[in-house]
């Protein structure tokens, strides 16, 4: 099952994305693309039953100016999707 992230827009530092073959207890994270490193947050967890699905990730405003991406991680923490990246101003 080949699970997939796609980031769709950035607004009033609201991310929003659409998942897909993402089961509950899969999380995902910021990942700065400059360093590679995941933020400690946000981090958001999947909570549905549905595989598939969209999602809204509050920026806090201790994340920095700069380019990004969004991983998923399943439950066992390791990385099953990535989504293309996107700047936050």
Not at 7 to 21: D, F, G, H, L, W
Not at 70 to 85: F, T
């Amino acid at each position: 099952m080949n699970s997939v992230i796609n980031y769709v827009e950035i607004e009033n530092r609201v991310v929003s994305a659409t998942y897909r073959s993402l089961m509950i207890g899969a999380k995902v994270v910021l990942v700065d693309k400059a360093s590679g490193q995941p933020l400690s947050d946000p981090v958001t967890t999947i909570t549905s039953a549905a595989p598939a699905g969209s999602l809204r990730i509050r920026l806090p405003a201790t994340v920095p100016p700069g380019d990004y991406y969004l991983k998923a991680l399943n439950g066992h923490g390791a990385p099953v999707a990535q989504s293309v990246g996107f700047y936050v101003g």
